[in-house]
T-cell receptor, first 114, second 116 residues
Framework: AQSVTQLGSHVSVSEGALVLLRCNYSSSVPPYLFWYVQYPNQGLQLLLKYTTGATLVKGINGFEAEFKKSETSFHLTKPSAHMSDAAEYFCAVSAPRGNTPLVFGKGTRLSVIA | GAVVSQHPSRVICKSGTSVKIECRSLDFQATTMFWYRQFPKKSLMLMATSNEGSKATYEQGVEKDKFLINHASLTLSTLTVTSAHPEDSSFYIC????????????FGPGTRLTVL
C-alpha cells in the first residue's frame, strides 16, 4: 500500500523568496514519485518525476525535488517564487510496475505575495 | 509530449439525466486509463481503473451502476454518470497510462459537471 502526506495545506511566500513544499510518502515497494501543479478549473500538469537514477530531479518552471529514501521524502523547491507560481500542488506516488494508479496527497495551495 | 483530451470540458444537466464524458489519448496507446473525481479545494480521489477490453475496477464506495465506464479502444475511455443528481456535481479528471512509458500517467484537462 502507498500513501502520501503533504505537510501544510496552504503555504504563503513573498515574491522572490524560496518555495518549499513538503511531501512524505509511504510505500512497500521502491516508489515512483511525482509533483503536479493545478491551476483553477484546469487539469494537472506534471512538474517533475522521480523513477530511478539521480535523486535530485529538475522539472519545469525552475522547480526541483530531491528523493531522500532515508527520510521517505520528496520535497519540492524553487529558489525564487514568481507570482505565476500561485497554484495548487500535488505530490503523488505510484508503484513502478503494473497498472497501478497514482495516489495523491491532499495538496498544498501556494500563495505568492507581491 | 503525450496529450490526453476530455470532452466535454463543461456540462450542465438536469437532475435525472445521464452524462457521458470522453477521455482520449491523442498520440499514444493506453491500455489503462484512470478516472478521478475532485471536490472543490480537495485532492483527487480515484474512482476506477479502466482497462481496454475488460471490465473496469472500481474503488470502494464508488457505485459501478451509477458511474459506467467503457474502454472501447486503446485510445478511448468513457465515463457515463447515470441518473445524475446534484451531489454528482464535481470535477472529473481522467488520466491515461502510456503503454510505452513505465510509471507515468498523462492527465486530461478535466470536465466540470454541474447537475441542477
Amino acid at each position: 500500500a502507498q500513501s502520501v502526506t503533504q505537510l501544510g495545506s496552504h503555504v504563503s511566500v513573498s515574491e522572490g523568496a524560496l518555495v518549499l513544499l513538503r511531501c512524505n510518502y509511504s510505500s512497500s515497494v521502491p516508489p515512483y514519485l511525482f509533483w503536479y501543479v493545478q491551476y483553477p478549473n484546469q487539469g494537472l500538469q506534471l512538474l517533475l518525476k522521480y523513477t530511478t537514477g539521480a535523486t535530485l530531479v529538475k522539472g519545469i518552471n525552475g522547480f526541483e525535488a530531491e528523493f531522500k529514501k532515508s527520510e521517505t521524502s520528496f520535497h519540492l523547491t524553487k529558489p525564487s517564487a514568481h507570482m505565476s507560481d500561485a497554484a495548487e500542488y500535488f505530490c503523488a506516488v505510484s508503484a513502478p510496475r503494473g497498472n497501478t494508479p497514482l495516489v495523491f496527497g491532499k495538496g498544498t495551495r501556494l500563495s505568492v505575495i507581491a | 509530449g503525450a496529450v490526453v483530451s476530455q470532452h466535454p470540458s463543461r456540462v450542465i444537466c438536469k437532475s435525472g439525466t445521464s452524462v457521458k464524458i470522453e477521455c482520449r489519448s491523442l498520440d499514444f496507446q493506453a491500455t489503462t486509463m484512470f478516472w478521478y473525481r475532485q471536490f472543490p479545494k480537495k485532492s483527487l480521489m480515484l474512482m476506477a481503473t479502466s482497462n481496454e477490453g475488460s471490465k473496469a475496477t472500481y474503488e470502494q464506495g464508488v457505485e459501478k451502476d451509477k458511474f459506467l465506464i467503457n474502454h472501447a479502444s486503446l485510445t478511448l475511455s468513457t465515463l457515463t454518470v447515470t441518473s445524475a443528481h446534484p451531489e454528482d456535481s464535481s470535477f472529473y479528471i481522467c488520466s491515461a497510462r502510456d503503454d510505452g512509458i513505465m510509471g507515468e500517467q498523462f492527465f486530461g484537462p478535466g470536465t466540470r459537471l454541474t447537475v441542477l
